[in-house]
T-cell receptor, first 110, second 115 residues
């Protein structure tokens, strides 16, 4: 029972362009959604979050959009930089835990 | 300030053996959670401990157990290791129990290989 899904295992984007990572969820009781970034041999690092009562949250180059009716959220990175190449995880907050998607490997090409 | 520290960073065990993984949370954080990340998947919740008490448990067999000490550090124990237990084990600390609103900070993990 995969409650949080990232259907794109990988994404390749040219440097300077927009990167859009997508995430779908099934449980309407989740109260927060988060994006984590993970480099090899490191733990996940918090990037940005959004409350379920909002539809947009922006932090510098990163913007997260939430569409509750579609149970869908997306992370926009503009402009994409080489250092953004990493695995990105979408996560939903449930009591006492986070529920993660499978991850999307983002590669930024020069 | 030190972040979340985990030890060891890597280890190799044989099927049927037992393993103990350790985690020290950020100073002042009272909650520790454990996650298992299998290659190609997202982290899966195993346990959360707060003030030395288990506050949440994921869908893992009884071979998995954990405890939290008075200094808030934690151990994850896995008995009768199976090949499928090979994974990156992540520890996360947070100031309190409960949901996201209190924040989670992850350690770099312990890479366990079972042969």
């Amino acid at each position: 029972d995969q409650q949080v899904k990232q259907n794109s295992p990988s994404l390749s984007v040219q440097e300077g362009r927009i990167s859009i990572l997508n995430c779908d969820y099934t449980n309407s009781m989740f109260d927060y959604f988060l994006w984590y970034k993970k480099y090899p041999a490191e733990g996940p690092t918090f990037l940005i979050s959004i409350s379920s009562i909002k539809d947009k949250n922006e932090d510098g180059r990163f913007t997260v959009f939430l569409n509750k009716s579609a149970k869908h959220l997306s992370l926009h990175i503009v402009p994409s930089q080489p250092g953004d190449s990493a695995v990105y995880f979408c996560a939903a907050s449930a009591p006492q835990k986070l529920v993660f998607g499978q991850g999307t490997r983002l590669t930024i090409n020069p | 300030d030190a972040g979340v520290t985990q030890s060891p960073t890597h280890l190799i065990k044989t099927r049927g053996q037992h393993v103990t993984l350790r985690c020290s949370p950020i100073s002042g954080h009272k909650s520790v959670s454990w996650y298992q990340q299998v290659l190609g998947q997202g982290p899966q919740f195993i346990f959360q401990y707060y003030e030395k008490e288990e506050r949440g448990r994921g869908n893992f067999p009884d071979r998995f157990s954990a405890r939290q000490f008075p200094n808030y550090s934690s151990e994850l124990n896995v008995n009768a290791l199976l090949l499928g237990d090979s994974a990156l084990y992540l520890c996360a600390s947070s100031p309190h129990t409960g949901g996201y609103s209190y924040g989670y900070t992850f350690g770099s993990g312990t890479r366990l290989t079972v042969v």
